[in-house]
């Protein structure tokens, strides 16, 4: 494991923590009343840059249930929302919009929207350095 990519998943985790109570403003005011939750088990099956990421950090990477159906909430779906924290889940639970998501977020000020530009842009191109560096 370079250094390189150690200092890239670290730097990714740390805009990950940063960015978790930007798009918790808007998921704690649409997702308390939805009608129907996005987070299935199939989602929580990481693919190779989130695996490629946890293992770069050292990060265990959590075991799934496998006798949970796909289609079934997630085992991770607690009470509140999600236990894992948001640096650790696959990146695809982050990078999902539903259409109530979207309303609250583009009904808001475009220096939000440009900032919440920023932040997942920063992620992604994290994502795919760490992936080429390999
Ligand atoms: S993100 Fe959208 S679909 Fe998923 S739980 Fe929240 S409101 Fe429901
Ligand atoms: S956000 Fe958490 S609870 Fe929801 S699908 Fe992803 S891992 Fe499961």
Redesign the pocket.
């Known amino acids: 494991m370079t250094n390189e990519r150690i200092l890239l998943a670290r730097k990714l985790r740390q805009v990950l923590i940063d960015f978790s109570p930007v798009i918790e403003t808007y998921t704690d005011a649409v997702c308390p009343a939805c009608a129907d939750i996005c987070?299935?088990q199939r989602?929580?099956v990481r693919n190779e840059t989130d695996l490629q990421y946890l293992s770069a950090l050292n990060a265990p990477v959590p075991s799934i249930d496998p006798a949970r159906p796909p289609d079934a909430l997630?085992q991770?779906?607690g009470p509140t929302g999600?236990i894992?924290p948001r640096w650790m889940?696959?990146w695809r639970?982050t990078w999902y919009f539903c259409e109530p998501l979207l309303t609250v977020i583009l009904a808001e000020p475009r220096k939000k929207t440009i900032e919440l530009e920023a932040f997942t842009g920063e992620i992604l191109r994290l994502r795919n350095e760490l992936l080429t560096r390999r």
Do not use: H
């Open positions: 987070c299935k989602f929580t997630c991770f779906l999600c894992q889940r696959p639970c």
